[in-house]
């Protein structure tokens, strides 16, 4: 008899474990779903494409509008704003120049594309604000900032963007991804 308690008592214990399980697990996925905006509030439309981060365009491109999505591409050049910025459900891929992704695609409205010429209109603004300004727009985003000309590595990352902070905790240069 004291067997077959300690037997059933394992075996709640084993369901048990196996909900933490399965619970974690579901959370885990939401939150990485949160972190990337991947679909809107009522979880049907989706705004962001984190699988798609440093594939070929075109390849992504053909993707997108078999779902439905009209994309534009944005090359790195100048800054100045294309003729149609394109709408809120439109998504712009942003493309290094050898059409590799740069960032995660999401849903929106045009920008310049942030490998050149970076955030210019971001000079003169709080370090802070700037580099939330950053992290909202380039999903999973490095921030490093430091004064004003300060030491860098050497190598390069898609990933990450410098901030040059002045004396009085302002945006000292452009900020650019590297």
Known sequence: MECSKRST???HLGVWLLVVQIL???TSHSAEAMKYRD???TGIIKNAWPEYESRNVDEVRQELEAQGVRVFVEEPRDGSPP???GAEEDVWLYTDGNKQILGVP???IWHPNRLQ???PELVGYGFEKAA???T???IGIKVVYGPKGFTRTADFNLRRVFLDVDSVGNVALTPRLG
């Open 117 to 119: 010429p970076g955030w």
């Open 106 to 108: 999401i849903r929106g």
């Open 83 to 85: 003729t149609f910025p």
């Open 132 to 134: 939330e300004t950053i």
């Open 136 to 138: 909202a727009e380039q």
């Open 9 to 11: 008592g394992l075996q």
């Open 24 to 26: 974690l697990l579901i």
């Open 39 to 41: 679909f809107n509030k």
